[in-house]
Nanobody
Framework: EVQLVESGGGLVQAGGSLRLSCVAS????????IGWFRQAPGKESEGISC?????????????WYADSVKGRFAISSDNAKDTWYLQMDSLKPEDTAVYSC????????????????WGQGTQVTVSS
């Protein structure tokens, strides 16, 4: 059974940075998609960054970012450790949300319906 555990959330002032981590266990796939999603109070979950992994390596040019985070957030993967990261810089109050990682079938999609296994989420709060 695949399990995902996020960490790294917290309270930060606007303009600050956080790095989220997602550690996978029970994971044996070589081809899959990784996604980071967030859900703010009263809003639907949105995909913010996703990436494809092929033969255990990041597929070149596969990283996708929502317009709202482009240029500020960066997704990365340490496949040897089954750990994925979301570096978040220049944080804004509107980035406040619960952030979750997810794993899905291979393919460049950042739609929530594409992903099968989800972590519990980690809270990110950005103060103004």
């Amino acid at each position: 059974e695949v399990q995902l555990v996020e960490s790294g959330g917290g309270l930060v002032q606007a303009g600050g940075s956080l790095r989220l981590s997602c550690v996978a266990s029970g994971f044996t796939f070589d081809d899959y998609a990784i996604g980071w999603f967030r859900q703010a109070p009263g809003k639907e979950s949105e995909g913010i960054s996703c990436i494809s992994i092929s033969d255990g390596s990041v597929s070149d040019g596969s990283a996708w970012y929502a317009d709202s985070v482009k240029g500020r957030f960066a997704i990365s993967s340490d496949n040897a450790k089954d750990t994925w990261y979301l570096q978040m810089d220049s944080l804004k109050p509107e980035d406040t949300a619960v952030y979750s990682c997810a794993v899905g079938a291979p393919g460049p999609s950042c739609s929530t319906t594409h992903y099968v296994n989800w972590g519990q989420g980690t809270q990110v709060t950005v103060s103004s």
